[in-house]
């Protein structure tokens, strides 16, 4: 296959195992990196580990429904599937795109459910959010049949959300988790970032530099999460921001709040700037 | 493979798809008969229809615990897995028989939920039965990796739960149903018969009888559901059994009560005899 071809777009799930089968067929492994599109570097890093460690590599453009709250931004949220395909010439090897009734027929009415882990955070704030996300994700690896799928850290409850099924419901799929790739001046890549105004990404720096501070008091001694998080706020108000949906010190794997850093720890952020909500999250080390 | 082998048996996921793995490198296809054992005619009618039309056939037993309400027969139900592996030297080629931590180990939390058409009939005298059926059934599809699964008419809505699941999900399985296999008077087999004394199974008759009612009632150009359900239930009464859960005449694709039989129709019935709750079912086409 040439190296920088356009990838292939299909639209059924159909075509997509046929595509998949015929590579498998070649001796490739699969590799799967879901998306909603709007692509940014963040998506192409795991697109290239993917290409790398798999061969044949399957991204899917998909904004699902399900997993958007009615308040949230759905209608909002960018689409830009020819800019889309444009970006990944010469990094993946199919497009799958599918319109929502290819993925959600008349009738439809099966959801997963994955429990703790979906419950705090993104699951207090966006409610029903995880169980779309467990549900599409489930859905898109049985369609594709993929040996290995690609998430970033920067969706890193996401990621526990996903671990989680595949790994309760015996899903034959190993999750590759990449790090969260960031601008020059170190807003995490986003597709909403788009959906900020010059202003308003100016503001959204705040989150990185509250946790820089974190990390920088950490390394300093400061153990107190109390400590922490205060000060991690109070870097916050200053944006300004519109809305804290959360600052948090917890521990990596539960999620649960965590009093004392006498381990690894996860500090997340999640804030409203003008109408966008933003997330970010750093591991701790002390 | 001898004809007349005993069956290999594994209990760990990873000897299951290395099994599989092997088969499939044959050039077999692989089809699938999750029971829950205690084994009799009606599991072996599909364990030979998996081998006439797929070959290498797994048969899995295991009694889900996730299935069974807190006050339902867990404990009591019967388990006979030498048996089981013995009544299956020539029809089966592997049994999974896994341990409660193989399938739920600790730190467990996903569940799948099917909707409407897990909610009336044994949804409803079942709280939770489905979901735990739903789970398990898609946690062996994704362990054992089958072409094809194998399930009896008798668990009438179970089929229609799984068919929802695996089209909703995506799952690339194709389900297979079998008749109903009865004894020679007409009792549905069943492992819970197991269960019966002597007294207990000549009542049980009478879920056969009202359905035969009913199926001799349509023939005779009876097409008002209330006049035909109200002769089932005075046959049932007559067992006498010790609890009707339920007597009904449905859509056979929504399950939802119909009053008047102008195309096919499902007859279903759950009764409890003794302490043994029995179901049963049959179409009727006018």
Known sequence: MPTHATPRLVKTVSELRAAVAAARSEGSKIGLVPTMGALHEGHLSLVRASRRECGFTVVTIYVNPSQFGPSEDYRRYPRTLED??????????????????????????????????????????????????ATIVLKLFQMAGADEAYFGQKDYQQVLVIRRMVEDLNVPIAIRVCPTVREPDGLAMSSRNACLSAEARRRALVLWKSLRLAQDMVAGGERRTAVILSEMERTIHCGPVNRIDYVVLVDPQTLLPIDVIDGPALAAVAVVVEQTRLIDNCLLEP
Chains 1, 2 share one sequence.
């Open 84 to 133: 889309d395909i444009r970006r990944l010439a010469g990094a993946a090897d199919l497009v799958f795109a599918p319109a929502d009734e290819e993925v959600y027929p008349s009738g439809y009415s099966t959801w997963v459910d994955v429990g703790a882990v979906a419950a705090p955070l993104e699951g207090q704030y966006r409610p029903g959010h995880f169980c779309g996300v």
